[in-house]
């Protein structure tokens, strides 16, 4: 049974950098589309990344393009997401989730992880 973990959410000023941990245990994640969502207080959970299974190909939320990177280390079995320029509106509960062998949808089912928390604020 594949298992996520999130990590390195913290509070940051804007304009700041953090990057998140998405570690998985069980399956490696070669086959895997690994994606990124977040929620903030009183919205709705949002897509912000996926990078795909084999080729590794990434796509990202308009919101965040330029500024975020998806990467994954498959000798860790872990997916990062690299934020920079951190603003406000960033804040929420960070997510990844998993999907075979295509980018996860957001829907409740599935691999999804704890979530870990980030918040931009001065």
């Known amino acids: 049974q594949l298992q996520l973990v999130e990590s390195g959410g913290a509070l940051v000023q804007p304009g700041g950098s953090l990057r998140l941990s998405c570690v998985a245990s069980?399956?490696?994640?070669?086959?895997?589309?690994v994606g990124w969502f977040r929620q903030a207080p009183g919205k709705e959970r949002e897509a912000v990344s996926c990078?795909?299974?084999?080729?590794?190909?990434?796509n990202y939320a308009d919101s965040v393009k330029g500024r975020f990177t998806a990467t994954k280390d498959k000798a860790k079995n872990t997916v990062y997401l690299e934020m920079n320029s951190l603003k406000p509106e960033d804040t929420g509960v960070y997510y990844c989730?998993?999907?075979?062998?295509?980018?996860?949808?957001?829907?409740?089912?599935?691999?999804w992880g704890q979530g870990t928390q980030v918040t931009v604020s001065s």
């Open positions: 989730k998993a999907a075979w062998r295509s980018c996860p949808d957001n829907g409740p089912s599935g691999f």
């Open positions: 069980g399956p490696t994640l070669n086959y895997f589309g």
């Open positions: 990078i795909e299974s084999e080729d590794g190909g990434t």
